[in-house]
């Protein structure tokens, strides 16, 4: 339901036909990376937080984590994952296809600057055998985000 979800969320924007699905999983960086025969840092992981209860959601490159420091400074709070059983009540889709298309309402969704070198990048896509092909201005078009920020670190 997720996936179809994020399909008929991308279609107003013309980019179902860059949504890919795979017969094995693509629920973390390198089953997605291999999935998809690309470099991991390729993939465009979508990471679920809670800021004062309410869920955000930060897109970053697949060889990038959360800098504690970076995060608490741009948030005023200590990063918070949403727990794994929660995260599709919070955000409409389940851990391992979280995307930012097709998300639940009032679900913040931020830019990670560690994706601005890519010309093209792979996020889930609603389920955890799914991809779909985006450049940055595609990314930037359909994700509704808020701003760009810098939260990361190298893995």
């Known amino acids: 339901m997720s996936l179809e979800k994020a399909k008929e969320y991308l279609k107003k924007y ?4 860059n ?3 795979f017969n094995t999983s693509s629920a973390t ?3 997605a990376a291999k999935a998809l025969n ?4 390729e993939i465009a992981k979508t990471l679920s937080f809670l800021v004062n209860d309410e869920a955000i959601l930060i897109v ?3 060889d990038k ?8 400074a741009e948030f005023n709070t200590k990063a918070k994952m949403i727990p794994y059983d929660d995260v599709e009540n919070y955000t409409g889709h389940k851990p391992g296809g979280v995307c930012p298309f097709g998300v639940n309402e009032n679900v913040k969704v931020y830019l990670d600057e560690s994706l601005k070198r890519f010309n093209v990048i792979y996020p889930a896509c609603g389920s955890s055998n799914s991809a779909v092909k985006l450049t940055i201005a595609d990314l930037e078009k359909t994700s ?3 701003k760009w920020i810098d939260v990361c670190k190298d893995m």
């Open 60 to 62: 970053v490159a697949g």
């Open 14 to 17: 013309n980019l179902e036909k």
């Open 144 to 146: 509704n985000y808020e």
């Open 29 to 31: 960086v390198e089953e």
């Open 38 to 41: 690309c470099e991991e840092k």
């Open 19 to 21: 949504i890919m699905e």
């Open 65 to 72: 984590k959360i800098d504690n420091g970076k995060y608490k």
